[in-house]
């Protein structure tokens, strides 16, 4: 299976943490990119946070600078995603995808639902 599967979402108020993991077996983990997006109803998706898998940079959303922070454990193959501070307007369900390189994603999870209550 090369399609990422997401856990960790769920509901909680607003200012408060969630953390997000992707799991990714079947395709060659350390030289890849992941990426974290969502989508809130009515809305286009957007993107999140990205990460290369292989030197760990990064890649943030001006929406989610300071708050949310991306990370990974390529020993586990996993990604998570630690949102702090949360905020209503965080609401959605959040995307895990892997792709060969950053702004080219190609499997994609079936997301996981994040709601933050106010």
């Known amino acids: 299976q090369v399609h990422p599967v997401e856990s960790g979402g769920g509901l909680v108020q607003a200012g408060g943490s969630l953390r997000l993991s992707c799991a990714a077996s079947?395709?060659?983990?350390?030289?890849?990119?992941t990426g974290w997006f969502r989508q809130a109803p009515g809305k286009d998706r957007e993107f999140v946070a990205a990460?290369?898998?292989?030197?760990?940079?990064?890649r943030y959303a001006d929406s989610v600078k300071g708050r949310f922070t991306i990370s990974r454990d390529n020993a586990k193959n996993t990604v998570t995603l630690q949102m702090n501070s949360l905020k209503p307007e965080d609401t959605a369900l959040y995307y895990c995808?892997?792709?060969?390189?950053?702004?080219?994603?190609?499997?994609w999870g079936q997301g996981t639902q994040v709601t933050v209550s106010s």
């Open positions: 995808a892997t792709g060969p390189r950053d702004f080219v994603y190609d499997y």
């Open positions: 079947g395709r060659t983990f350390s030289s890849y990119f």
């Open positions: 990460i290369s898998m292989s030197s760990g940079s990064t």
